[in-house]
């Protein structure tokens, strides 16, 4: 009877669109608008959005609401101002002053503070001179092909490219490859209609250097030329660009490092097969160490790196072989944040942390060695020692003794040199300690920052676009990236797919498969983080934080109205946890206690190829031939898996990625080609597709259409997927 119901009112809405009644389309909007009050009203709670969101087709191919300006955000709660009002006037503060509100940590959504995160998001670099530039090189490294770079784009014409291929104009070798003169680089690197530089690169007069801000991981280029920020650079030459850095085996701990006698690939700086060399220092415990000989260690690392794909990265100083594709942008109600959820606290919802920590933790290359003994087992002094003795700037490197002719103890001796040159604590740039985490250089994690440390530039720098109060930075770029969403989908087969109605068949499969029991309309996430025993996928990322759970003090953060540089007697914000950790001192519920990962939006999938976090579910375009009835085939093997796609610099096909995402026989033919890859192997970059094995194939009782409808659904999700 109830199906019958149904069916009813479904031809009575196909009578409606028929006759494009003027009266049913009043009604509609007037419902919609309802919904959307509704939607915003279940923001305020601890239910999801898609508490009040009707399980109807049309319904699921709407637009998501989008970041309500004027609201507040209180530790990931979307407050309206009259709620946020009482609030401060519930901890006895007064409502009228906007300094009452970040006395409490709430963070005012304006345009002007979406206006500021987005400069800084484009035009702020990332990473601080001391480490990223004077001891990694990176700005060295890059100008090794800057020549090369700057003719190719003279070369465009004025012209965009989403990939700005360079010929090279000499022999570069790079650990034991050696990239020859005349050879076409594919550095997926964008230039935007008449632009002079790549998208996200800043050249910095001040100090010679080249910086790097978040939109050269983070945005692409339209076909016009037209910047698309939140979209995920998938085909930069991320490998490449470090290995170019004089001393990239600085970033040693972000690779393997733990001593396994059976993994070739062995970071550890005390491995055996590094002695020559290096110098020798003395440790943490009065001990003389020899470091490990510098040109080795370096062939190495580069050698392992240049095994990772384009559009992977490795930022967890774990030791773990966890590399990972970059994500979307596209943030808002897309909590917790990274793959294993771990950014998850604090204002909206853990995003500001992670913004923090891409500055701080992510990218601080001498921070690790705070907690290098007790996560690693690698002595801070070894840790420091081999980070310095091959440091791009000659007078950080260390010397072989001290001028009484004893050895030298490399955080002893960094301190004193930094001193003469006035450069002391360099590694601090615009970082502030946490407040309730001890004193630096010994700093204790927390579920605020996995470091110890904040992204906060001074507020009297007036000409640095990212200054200001404490935290005004995280909070401005959080503002922005909740403010965008995916660009439409234009390509023809999405015109065609929502012309023929098979997006809207889709939709139905999608819920037939119970795709959305986690993946909940409208933004496709509930927003929790699964164990690894459920989704079953490679565990690497999955277990990369669990080292510090024993560590963990309570997170903190001072009032958003603090000055920058912190005083003694600024006020201090504990960080609220409930519902996301059993105990402030714990990882977040999921990830114990082996691990988990976080469930992803599915929004912005046509920008976003190839799948899971390891992007191992990859094809190539022209791979598959795919006939009328959605029946496909494998006409070229060569363009499966990571080895045919990223791993050569060529970018993997949405809709054939996405067929191997849900096919059990391709699957299997793409993890295949993944594992016979020596570099994608666990003992080098550590990818293969596997895992999340929710198939829609013929073995699961769906046609060869249905999934294909359900692929087609999947890429017009879009930021208004029911129209094109």
Sequence with gaps: METQKIKSKNNLFRIFFAK?????????????????????????GNQPAFATFPRYNFQILQPAPTQPVGYYDYFGKLLSPRQAAKLVKHQGLNPRD?????????????QELIDKGEEIYFNRKIGDNFGLQGVFGFAQGFATVLPEIRTAIAQLNGQPTSNLQITLQKNITLGNRTFHIGDVINTGLKVEKGGKFPLGFIPDEKTGTIGVTCAACHATVSQEGKRLAGVPNGELAIPFLIA???????????????????NPLNLNPLNPIYKGDGKT??????????????????????DAVLDVPFGHFESSPDGIDDTTQIPSGFTFQNHPYTADGGFSVGSFNGLSVFNSAVHSSEINLLAAAQLSEQTLGIDSE????????????????LPERLPDGNYVQPSVWLRQQQQQLGILFAELEDQIPAPGAGNYPKLKPSLATFNGLFFSPNSGQADDIASGKFFFAANAMSAFQNSLVPPPNRSQENWKALRSGSVQRGARVFQKANCASCHIPPFFTDNKIHPLEEIRTNSARAKSRLGLNDLLVKPKLYTYDTTVP?????????????????????????????????TTTLRGLYFSAPYLHDGGVAVREGSLKVFWDGRYRVVDPTGLGLTGTLSRGLPADPASSLRALLDHQLREQVVAANKRNPALSPQRSNLDGTGHEFYVDNQTGFSIQQQTDLINFLLALDDDPGNF
Excluded at 247 to 252: E, I, K, L, M, R
Excluded at 283 to 299: A, M, R
Excluded at 568 to 592: F, H, Q, R
């Design 20 to 44: 494009k009644n003027r009266i049913f389309w009043l009604i509609y909007a007037f419902i919609m608008a309802v919904a959307g009050i509704l939607l915003s009203n279940s923001w305020m």
């Design 566 to 598: 912190v005083s003694a007697s600024a006020e201090v914000l504990d960080v609220p946890t409930e519902g996301i950790s059993d105990t402030p001192t714990t990882l977040p519920k999921g990830i114990l206690p082996n691990g988990g990962y976080k």
């Design 281 to 302: 220092i003395i440790d943490s415990k009065g001990n003389q160490v020899e470091l490990p000989d510098p040109q080795k260690f370096e062939t190495a690392f580069d």
């Design 382 to 397: 070894v840790y420091i020692g081999t980070f310095l003795q091959n440091a791009a700037d000659p007078r950080l490197r």
């Design 98 to 110: 906007p300094v009452s509100y970040q006395k409490i940590g709430a963070v005012e959504i304006t």
């Design 244 to 262: 170019l850095s004089p001393n990239s085996a600085a970033g040693f701990v972000r690779l393997n490092t733990q001593l396994d006698p059976n």
